[in-house]
T-cell receptor
Framework: EADIYQTPRYLVIGTGKKITLECSQT?????MYWYQQDPGMELHLIHY???????EKGDLSSESTVSRIRTEHFPLTLESARPSHTSQYLC????????????FGNGTRLTVT | KNQVEQSPQSLIILEGKNCTLQ??????????LRWYKQDTGRGPVSLTI?????NTKSNGRYTATLDADTKQSSLHITASQLSDSASYIC?????????????FGKGTTLSVSS
């Protein structure tokens, strides 16, 4: 089992609220990622980081923001949640070596009412 | 456009039976192809990786194949068990001077019944 943790597992929140999804890994990986996953659809990359103080937007446009102040921590923040943000959010990390696999957390299922 | 297509979308089989999942891709330049297993309510876990020079690789009851000429891969599950019920995701890595990008398929949902 990979040592990458996401909290909360489930979150139901009202429109307009600010939320932060937590992601931490204990493997010392430099590369970390946030994916969005909807039923029957492929994973979409929304943010990634290749190290401390490095963050980039992914392929899927997202109103969320991320930060990488410590190697092990990669939180995702939504300043004002909307129903369109309802989805499953998966955090992942990997070693900075050729062909290394992604290690995923168990996800946060977000519902915005 | 780089794409990964998986078939079938879903599959139901009886415990003990074999099954084969397909993955076709149009990713170029190709770097590698990886199969992940995602149990319900969990994150995906890597099963196996196929590089350009590899044709077949086994991991217990899972056997992956790769035909780089036709750009097809398959995942064969032998003597299925109830615990094989999951979504299987094919991910192709594209590597260029700009960096590495991962192209995800939509997955095949496998249900094994007793």
């Amino acid at each position: 089992e990979a040592d990458i943790y996401q909290t909360p597992r489930y979150l139901v929140i009202g429109t307009g609220k600010k939320i932060t999804l937590e992601c931490s890994q204990t493997m010392g990986h430099d590369k970390m990622y946030w994916y969005q996953q909807d039923p029957g659809m492929e994973l979409h990359l929304i943010h990634y980081s290749y190290g401390v103080n490095s963050t980039e937007k992914g392929d899927l446009s997202s109103e969320s923001t991320v930060s990488r102040i410590r190697t092990e921590h990669f939180p995702l923040t939504l300043e004002s949640a909307r129903p369109s943000h309802t989805s499953q959010y998966l955090c992942a990390s990997r070693r900075d070596s050729y062909n290394s696999p992604l290690h995923f957390g168990n996800g946060t299922r977000l519902t915005v009412t | 456009k780089n794409q990964v297509e998986q078939s079938p979308q879903s599959l139901i089989i009886l415990e003990g039976k074999n099954c084969t999942l397909q993955c076709n891709y149009t990713v170029s330049p190709f770097s590698n192809l990886r199969w992940y297993k995602q149990d319900t309510g969990r994150g995906p876990v890597s099963l196996t990786i196929m590089t350009f020079s590899e044709n077949t690789k086994s991991n217990g009851r899972y056997t992956a194949t790769l035909d780089a000429d036709t750009k097809q891969s398959s995942l064969h599950i032998t003597a299925s068990q109830l615990s094989d019920s999951a979504s299987y995701i094919c991910v192709v890595s594209e590597s260029s001077q700009a960096g590495t990008a991962l192209i995800f398929g939509k997955g095949t949902t496998l249900s094994v019944s007793s």
